[in-house]
């Protein structure tokens, strides 16, 4: 390998050319998708990175994403762009009522009764992943 600016070059230079083009162009296309978990990597990337290494890192999380796909016989499942907040939530409060205080707002919250960006059990949610097998071309049985 040949160093570069002190560092060794990235694994990314050793993917096929064609390979890494085609993720590119699908992490593109991603990034420009509404209501999707790429796209709210994407931004989340972008923001701190800029957005051609947020491309970079939407096109390896396809690629780990297609990986566990084709070793695990499922289906994807979008995590959805609120992943990111439901991780740790009580985090995610604490921050945004931090930064309405550093803008001049006085905050008082109380939790909502039913809210619909909330999951209540997460484990649930995981073991529904596991169980799907495929039986057919667009059919899947619970075991």
Known sequence: MKPWLGRWWPRWELAPSNLRTALTEAAWA??????????????????????????????????????QMVKHNQPYRDLGPNHFDQIKPEQTTQRLVQRLHRLGYEVSLTKAQNSAFLITDTAS???????????????????
């Open 30 to 67: 991603a990034s420009k998708t509404n209501n999707t978990y790429l796209s709210a990597l994407f931004r989340r990337i972008a923001a701190r990175c800029g957005k051609k290494r947020a491309v970079v890192a939407v096109a390896h999380s396809i690629a780990v994403s297609a990986y």
């Open 125 to 143: 949610a995981t073991v529904e992943m596991r169980v799907f097998r495929p039986v057919g071309p667009s059919t899947y049985s619970l075991t």
